[in-house]
């Protein structure tokens, strides 16, 4: 199973930016699909994800702003964000959990493609 994430960048507040994970298709079919993000210092927390059934789940931080979908044809998980903030800056992971419900809790999930760093800044 392997995940990859791509399309972090330097952006300025209020402005926008999404994300790419490819993922092998059996994964992409089979299983739930979150994005996480990270600052040094803290924990990895759940922002967004999709269920295998296509149910949207969202960080109440983030409700309003970012939203993730599937390009099932591609085998693509998008993070689309918008009105970003300083406090958005972090490294952002994709993940896929066997689950086909989402769930907030990072352990769930068993394949992980490496970070991609957004830096929201003026």
């Known amino acids: 199973v392997q995940l990859q994430a791509s399309g972090g960048g330097l952006v300025q507040p209020g402005g926008s930016l999404t994300l790419a994970c490819a993922a092998s298709e059996r994964t992409f079919m089979n299983y739930g699909m979150a994005w996480f993000r990270q600052t040094p210092g803290k924990e990895r927390e759940f922002v967004v994800g999709v269920s295998g059934s296509g149910t949207v789940t969202h960080a109440d931080s983030v409700k309003d702003r970012f939203t993730a979908f599937r390009e099932k044809s591609k085998s693509i998980f998008y993070l689309q964000m918008n009105s970003l903030k300083p406090d958005d800056t972090a490294d952002y992971y994709c993940?896929?959990?066997?689950?086909?419900?989402?769930?907030?809790?990072?352990?769930?999930?068993?394949?992980w493609g490496h970070g991609t760093l957004v830096t929201v800044s003026s």
């Open positions: 993940a896929a959990t066997p689950l086909m419900r989402i769930t907030t809790v990072r352990d769930d999930y068993l394949y």
